[in-house]
């Protein structure tokens, strides 16, 4: 039996290289995270803002979310 032939490329995307599709690689974020814990605090939420789009896998994304929503709403206390 012959593979399927898709569409067109856009239906393999998710086979695709993380890197490939413009997210981060592994590497990038162990060295992100490990950046991240060394920067100063106010750095923190503009780091996390800027890594977010380039988070493919969703818990890994919720979790990044969270960290700058605490220090957004850290932020915003009296």
Avoid: N, W
């Amino acid at each position: 039996m012959a593979a399927e032939k898709l569409a067109s490329p856009a239906c393999q995307a998710h086979e695709a290289d993380d890197a490939y599709m413009g997210f981060a690689t592994r590497e990038e974020i162990v060295r992100f995270l490990t950046e991240l814990d060394s920067a100063p605090v106010p750095a923190k939420a503009e780091m996390l803002r800027r890594m977010l789009p380039k988070i493919r896998d969703s818990v890994l994304h919720a979790e990044i979310r969270a960290r700058l929503t605490a220090i957004e709403s850290d932020k915003s206390a009296p």
